[in-house]
């Protein structure tokens, strides 16, 4: 018999993921996570770049005739076009993003870059710079990579994304659907996110899988309007845990009135706040700070929460007199 002795803490979650990140989407704070800026080929979830730079480059309601060139390339996961057939962009997005189409994914690629596939990737690392995504290099628009290398990024890369991509509702209409009647007639797909059906609060995801990667999963969930992104690469039972991981942090975070609707005060300055500004933080943790920056050449002024040691930006706003002007009513498009 062999004894293992172990004086430290085991942390449950060393046994879930190699890679994962919870990240809360409006802020982008990193709430938890475990070697985030490690990179691997992410698989399929690579392809919610594919949908978001058809999506705001293409028309959804355009029908393009599938070629034998378009879909020369894509193997795997499909959802069986064909040369010759004729499909609207719509369908093929719910196609790549509910079944994961291989196919689907060559075929978008090639119609938005113009008859260029090379064009396409290059529009998606174009994106990707755009926001900030430091450590990733898209290759193709499918996520294999048994004969390029796939599609390279990190967990932390690929939140930003989906925290980029959550703000176009096209986006979040597509991969929140359980299921899909395509517009032809010909067909329904049943959405592959078996998170969908398991945690009522999941609000989008994409899964991935190839024997180099293994499993990818990225996924948000929002609950009493706090919105969280989980992404975990090489997990075994990546739904489960990614529900556990959102059961937990909702119950901890809560989102916290920072700034009222109003004119607010700094010294001789004052803002009008339009909207409340609500920010999420743990419930048993009260100690944050503002911080505010005056520029007075831009007459404006920089919003900044101070929380765990960390300086985050909230808002931007133009200063002005104590009673509203009429100049500040022109700046802002009210009507006189």
């Given at each position: ?44 979830i ?30 795997g ?8 057939d ?39 690392n ?14 193709n ?35 929140s659907?359980?299921?899909?009647q ?14 969908l ?6 609000t ?7 024997k ?25 039972d ?7 991981l ?49 520029i ?15 300086l ?16 500040y009513?022109?700046l ?5």
């Amino acid at each position: 018999m062999t004894v293992i002795s172990n004086t430290t803490v085991a942390n449950a979650t060393d046994f879930w993921a190699k890679n994962y990140i919870v990240m809360e989407k409006d802020t982008k704070q990193v709430v938890e996570g475990k070697n985030i800026n490690e990179t691997q080929s992410v698989a399929s979830i690579s392809k919610i770049m594919t949908a978001i730079v058809v999506i705001e480059n293409c028309d959804l309601e355009e029908v393009i005739t599938i070629t034998e060139e378009m879909i020369a390339l894509a193997w795997g996961s499909g959802i069986y076009v064909h040369p010759g057939d004729e499909i609207s962009i719509q369908d093929l997005l719910y196609g790549l993003m509910l079944r994961s189409g291989n196919d689907a994914a060559a075929a978008l690629a090639t119609h938005a870059g113009g008859g260029d596939f090379d064009m396409f990737v290059t529009m998606m690392n174009q994106k990707a710079q755009e926001l900030s995504m430091e450590n990733t290099l898209f290759r193709n628009p499918s996520g294999l990579d048994e004969e390029d290398g796939g599609n390279i990024s990190s967990v932390y890369d690929m939140a930003l994304l989906m925290a980029y991509c959550l703000d176009n509702e096209t986006f979040r209409e597509i991969t929140s659907t359980q299921s899909y009647q395509r517009i032809d007639g010909k067909g329904t797909w049943k959405n592959k996110n078996k998170l969908l059906q398991l945690y009522e609060y999941t609000t989008s995801g994409k899964t991935g899988y190839t024997k180099i990667a293994k499993r990818t999963l990225i996924s948000s969930a929002k609950k009493n309007n706090v919105e969280l992104i989980v992404v975990t690469f090489n997990c075994g039972d990546d739904f489960a845990f990614h529900k556990s991981l959102y059961e937990q942090y909702f119950a901890l975070y809560e989102q916290t009135l920072l700034l009222n609707k109003g004119i607010h005060q700094i010294d001789s300055y004052y803002f009008t706040v339009e909207d409340q500004v609500m920010y999420p933080l743990k419930q048993s943790d009260s100690q944050y700070s503002l911080y505010y920056e005056i520029i007075e050449s831009e007459a404006i002024v920089n919003v900044y929460l101070k929380y765990n040691n960390q300086l985050t930006y909230l808002r931007t706003y133009r200063l002005h007199d104590k009673k509203i002007s009429w100049f500040y009513k022109v700046l802002n498009g009210e009507t006189l």
